[in-house]
């Protein structure tokens, strides 16, 4: 859904500061921090599952964090 609303904002527009939308515009045109690495693997946007996966890590707090 939310893939959806950023191709539906034109190009050059704000973009809300989120972590779902950050991943989603990685290595797309929108992505602020795109850089051409010659990868094709690498450069492409990253699909719904990766998207999930990233987000998943995160609120678990990563598979390399230390508990007391």
């Known amino acids: 859904k939310r893939r959806k609303e950023i191709e539906e904002i034109p ?7 989120d972590m779902l939308t950050s991943l989603i515009v ?9 850089t051409n690495n010659g990868r094709d693997n690498i450069s492409r946007p990253m699909t ?12 678990q707090g990563g598979i390399d964090t230390v508990s007391n």
């Open 26 to 34: 990685t290595n797309t045109v929108r992505d602020i921090n795109r």
């Open 48 to 59: 719904d599952d990766e998207i999930r996966a990233n987000l998943l890590d995160s609120f």
């Open 11 to 17: 190009v050059g527009d704000e973009l809300r500061n």
